[in-house]
């Protein structure tokens, strides 16, 4: 089974700034990676699929990066709004059935 | 467009089952769709459970594998969650999701807003 590796656990930042998070993956996954976001007390939202494919309604701001096991989401220009825990997912060939990086938390 | 309602008990005592249900409104539950399970125990991150096709098809996490049934009523447009010999480590927050496809069955794109099951006597 796939590992994803996400860091930093927690990323420090104030509005306006760029934010990078990483998500490694313990073997390549080729481009099958999508990226989350959640707010307290709110389901995950769907932000990037297909490692690099912006979710309908999402942002400019947020752009998906990288193949094969290294993977990066980035935030051009934090917004207010933006300081959510942010998760990295796969969908494993075999045994078929999905893995979830731990998380970042951006925090202001 | 697609929304998903989860609703079931709120709290399930220990070796007791789990019980929940996904409405989805908006659109056909026999749509090419896989609709999965994703739970979050307090304070912690998202865990998968499993997903049913909307053939009737489904797949398990390993680790929840034997006590996970899921399954699907196309004449009520819903998908169910049976999860057998609860203990208070199933204490959590429970999701269903839509799979959607882009360059193959690569991201959960609707949501449900979640409800809590409480394992306790």
């Known amino acids: 089974e796939i590992v994803l590796t996400q860091s930093p656990a927690t990323l420090s930042l104030s509005p306006g700034e760029r934010a990078t998070l990483s998500c490694r993956a313990s073997?390549?996954?080729?481009?099958?990676l999508a990226w989350y976001q959640q707010k307290p007390g709110q389901a995950p939202r769907l932000l990037i699929y297909?490692?690099?494919k912006g979710a309908t309604g999402i942002p400019a701001r947020f752009s998906g990066s990288g193949s094969g096991t290294d993977f990066t989401l980035t935030i051009s220009s934090l917004e207010p709004e933006d300081f959510a825990v942010y998760y990295c997912?796969?969908?494993?060939?075999?045994?078929?059935?999905?893995?979830f990086g731990q998380g970042t938390k951006v925090e202001i | 467009q697609v929304q998903l309602q989860e609703s079931g008990p709120g709290l399930v005592k220990p070796s007791g089952t789990l019980s929940l249900t996904c409405a989805v409104s908006?659109?056909?539950?026999?749509?090419?769709?896989?609709w999965s399970w994703v739970r979050q125990p307090p304070g912690k991150g998202l865990e998968w459970i499993g997903e049913?096709?909307?053939?009737?098809?489904?797949n398990y996490s390993p680790s929840l594998k034997s006590r996970v049934t899921i399954s699907i009523d196309k004449s009520k447009n819903h998908f169910s969650l049976n999860m057998s010999s609860v203990t208070a480590a199933d204490t959590a927050v429970y999701y269903c999701?839509?799979?959607?496809?882009?360059?193959?069955?690569?991201?959960?794109?609707?949501w449900g807003k979640g409800t809590t099951v409480t394992v306790s006597s």
């Open positions: 049913i096709y909307h053939s009737g098809s489904t």
């Open positions: 908006g659109g056909s539950i026999s749509s090419i769709n896989w």
């Open positions: 073997q390549s996954v080729g481009t099958y």
């Open positions: 997912q796969q969908r494993n060939t075999w045994p078929p059935g999905w893995t």
């Open positions: 297909d490692a690099s």
């Open positions: 999701a839509r799979v959607g496809y882009g360059s193959g069955w690569t991201k959960m794109d609707v």
